[in-house]
């Protein structure tokens, strides 16, 4: 079935690392991809999405390119900062809205 | 202004218990979804509704019934409370439903259900 998977965490980076958290997906169908934040204690937003191969989505530094040929959509943020400490899940649709989470990746971002 | 709400924040009960948990959304969308959120993070969908019918249902216990009394609102309902279902419950919404379509879900804040 439709599935993605995560690196596992958690991910521990100084201010101003550079960061890549991996996701793959099944390659059912021609899913659009999503990375979703969850800060400590609130819901989940939207971080970036992509909904064809080659597209790159990105927002507030954050950066990640849907790869057709790998079936990936790597997380990528050049210099990260401490309030980027948080839990990463990255998403795929399945047609009729229906999202399918990875298990997400925390991110602890030391000054 | 809060897009998606959902009350309580915080619910402890006994096993054995019903309860419900209420979610209201201001942003005008057709589409509203129940998520829940396990210890370990590992985030899942139970229903999605759209125009106040039910169109995702993902086998969970019929002990779980959404009602949607509304477009804006979306409450679940929990019969007979067991220790498995303490976890956090995520509400949330889209502009419209279809197979085509790639809008963004809006999330509430997450209703944390502890079951003693």
């Known amino acids: 079935g439709d599935s993605v998977t995560q690196m596992e965490g958690p991910v521990t980076l100084s201010e101003e690392a550079f960061l890549t958290i991996n996701c793959t997906y099944t390659?059912?169908?021609?899913?659009?991809l999503f990375w979703y934040v969850q800060y400590p204690g609130e819901g989940l937003q939207l971080l970036l999405k992509?909904?064809?191969?080659?597209d790159k989505g990105s927002n507030k530094g954050f950066e990640a390119t849907y790869r057709k040929e790998t079936t990936s959509f790597h997380l990528e943020k050049g210099s990260v900062q401490v309030s980027d400490s948080a839990v990463y899940f990255c998403a795929r649709d399945t047609g009729f809205q229906k999202l399918v989470f990875g298990t997400g990746t925390r991110l602890l971002v030391s000054p | 202004d809060t897009a998606v709400s959902q009350t309580p924040k915080y619910l402890v009960t006994q096993m054995g218990n019903d309860k419900s948990i209420k979610c209201e959304q201001n942003?005008?969308?057709?589409?509203m979804y129940w998520y829940k959120q396990d210890s370990k993070k590992f985030l899942k969908i139970m229903f999605s509704y759209n125009n106040k019918e039910l169109i995702i249902n993902e086998t969970v216990p019929n002990r779980f019934s959404p009602k949607s009394p509304d477009k804006a609102h979306l409450n679940l309902h929990i019969n007979s409370l067991e220790l498995g279902d303490s976890a956090v419950y995520f509400c949330?919404?889209?502009?419209?439903?279809?197979?085509?379509?790639?809008?963004?879900?809006?999330f509430g804040p997450g209703t944390r259900l502890t079951v003693l």
């Open positions: 949330a919404s889209s502009q419209v439903w279809g197979a085509s379509s790639t809008d963004t879900q809006y």
């Open positions: 390659a059912t169908g021609y899913p659009s």
């Open positions: 942003l005008g969308h057709d589409t």
């Open positions: 992509a909904t064809k191969a080659d």
